[in-house]
Nanobody, 115 residues
Framework: QEQLVQSGGGLVHPGGSLRLSCAAF????????MAWYRQAPGKQRELVAS???????DYADSVKGRFTISKDNTKNTVYLQMNSLKPEDTAVYYC?????????WGQGTQVTVST
């Protein structure tokens, strides 16, 4: 059964780091565009970062230089390394996989940046 299983997240102080992982139980994982989205309370879900075929990456302006998306095709896993975290990064983070008419979402994981 195709699914995305997320891990990581939690509570961190401002300036700290966290890494999110997303294990993809998908056939032909390397063909998928993988992405991380987030949704803060009262706000719309927004794209944080994406990684496409040949590992081309894109980032939201708000996270450029602080977050890094990567993937390991041997483990069918995508990561989001988050450094220099700010309180405004607090949100539920979702992993997404998209290819052709296939679109899958992870279960979501809470990231809270607070003193």
């Amino acid at each position: 059964q195709e699914q995305l299983v997320q891990s990581g997240g939690g509570l961190v102080h401002p300036g700290g780091s966290l890494r999110l992982s997303c294990a993809a139980f998908l056939n032909s994982f390397n063909l998928y565009t993988m992405a991380w989205y987030r949704q803060a309370p009262g706000k719309q879900r927004e794209l944080v970062a994406s990684i496409r075929l040949r590992s081309t990456t894109d980032y939201a302006d708000s996270v450029k230089g602080r977050f890094t998306i990567s993937k390991d095709n041997t483990k069918n896993t995508v990561y989001l390394q988050m450094n220099s975290l700010k309180p405004e990064d607090t949100a539920v983070y979702y992993c997404n996989a998209r290819f052709s008419n296939h679109d899958y979402w992870g279960q979501g994981t809470q990231v809270t940046v607070s003193t």
